[in-house]
């Protein structure tokens, strides 16, 4: 574990790849839509969380923060740099990773190398009332399924444990 010298947190590198890995695949792919373009990255509570859409789906991931100074965010980073970082924690291929805050960014450290990576304007989709439901579910006749969506969460589960996803159904009301 590493120590820290300014405000930011300490988190494991395998995590933090997990996590951004998550996050960069649910992000609008092109750059007409910069906030939808971006992972919103905030600190709460001891915990890293961050937040991605495309319009159509929406991931919050989060992991257990190793030594925090203070909460932060939410901070919007472009895609583009998010994929910077994650080739900068992958090359360093150090147990653990510092996000050191600043008042426009993050830098990005592992080992010996930094990469400072900029927020940009705008304020990220509101979706927590989308989480929050607290409502009763009521069973479904019929049911969308759309193989692309589910091929993009196969993706992002199972990383950690290396083992595959399975939806099952039983045909009768979902």
Do not use: C, W
Not at 14 to 30: C, E, F, I, Q
Request: glycine fraction near 4%; proline fraction near 4%.
């Amino acid at each position: 574990m590493q120590t820290l010298t300014k405000p930011g947190a300490s988190i494991k590198s395998s995590a933090l790849t997990d996590l951004l890995t998550a996050a960069l695949s649910h992000v609008h792919k092109s750059n007409d839509l910069p906030t939808l373009n971006a992972v919103s990255l905030s600190v709460s509570d001891g915990r890293l969380i961050a937040a991605a859409t495309d319009r159509y789906r929406l991931i919050e991931i989060s992991t257990d923060l190793e030594v925090l100074s203070d909460n932060f965010g939410p901070l919007l980073i472009p895609a583009s740099e998010i994929k910077r970082a994650l080739d900068l924690i992958k090359a360093s291929k150090t147990n653990y990773s510092i996000l050191y805050v600043s008042d426009r960014g993050l830098t990005f450290s592992a080992s010996d190398t930094e990469l400072k990576v900029y927020s940009i304007d705008g304020t990220f989709p509101p979706y927590q009332h989308l989480l929050n439901y607290t409502g009763e579910y009521e069973a479904v006749q019929r049911i969308g399924f759309n193989p692309y969506f589910a091929a993009d969460y196969a993706k992002i589960t199972g990383k950690r444990d290396r083992k595959s996803t399975r939806l099952n159904s039983s045909h009768a009301n979902i």
